[in-house]
């Protein structure tokens, strides 16, 4: 348990379907992640929002759509993905973002498919 | 570009040690981390490195060489339990974290 839930755990969805994944920490942190893990590649990071706000957007497609609420939650919000973005999507925190040292806690993942 | 390398995939026998290293080129460097990732788990942090050398944190030590972009996990007395991926991961100058692709590991009794 390190102290970052994801839900679903697993999602299967159509390309014309719309969905969300749900990331909550409940470290106190200030900075929260979403990375993309696809089979023997390396993590691929594709937003990182610090105190709410978004400072990284690398490159993603408009077909996934992030919202952080609060410093405690995550969302990814997903439209008409391409079975090519079937993979592990996990969420992560760290106390900051933009200093070194600080390792990210992540959760368990959320494993999609889409068909 | 920005790089990671490290072994795809490495066996080794319950109670030996295995050493998996990792060389890097990044744009900077503030720091080089080591995860553990069990199949269908978060992946959870192992050790931290800044400066050059040894840390030792139990069975687990890890060690960095900033001149060579090296680095290595050292794991001693194996058990079956350290069957998993272990992923090397360096900060670079905009504290941004560029992964390696994950060394997985088999232990064999």
């Known amino acids: 348990e390190t102290g970052v839930t994801q839900t679903p755990r697993h999602l299967v969805m159509g390309m014309t379907n719309k969905k969300s994944l749900k990331c909550e920490q409940h470290?106190?942190?200030?900075?929260m992640y979403w990375y993309k893990q696809s089979a023997k590649k390396p993590l691929e990071l594709m937003f990182v929002?610090?105190?709410?706000?978004r400072v990284e957007n690398n490159s993603v497609p408009s077909r996934f759509s992030p919202e952080c609420p609060n410093s405690s939650h995550l969302f990814l919000h997903l439209h008409t993905l391409q079975p090519e973005d079937s993979a592990l999507y996990l969420c992560?925190?760290?106390?900051?973002w933009g200093r070194g040292g600080h390792e990210q806690f992540f959760g368990p993942g959320t494993r999609l498919t889409v068909l | 570009g920005q790089n990671i390398d490290q072994p795809t995939e490495m066996t080794a026998t319950e109670g030996a040690i295995v050493q998996i290293n990792c060389t890097y080129q990044t744009s900077g460097f503030n720091g080089l981390f080591w995860y553990q990732q069990h199949a269908g788990e978060a992946p959870t942090f192992l050790s931290y490195n800044v400066l050059d050398g040894l840390e030792e944190k139990g069975r687990f030590s890890s060690f960095l060489s900033r001149s060579k972009g090296y680095s290595y996990l050292l794991l001693k007395e194996l058990q079956m339990k350290d069957s998993a991926s272990y992923l090397c991961a360096v900060s670079d100058s905009n504290y941004q974290l560029i992964w390696g692709a994950g060394t997985k590991l088999i232990i064999k009794p």
């Open positions: 470290l106190g942190h200030n900075a």
């Open positions: 929002y610090s105190l709410e706000e």
């Open positions: 992560a925190s760290s106390q900051n």
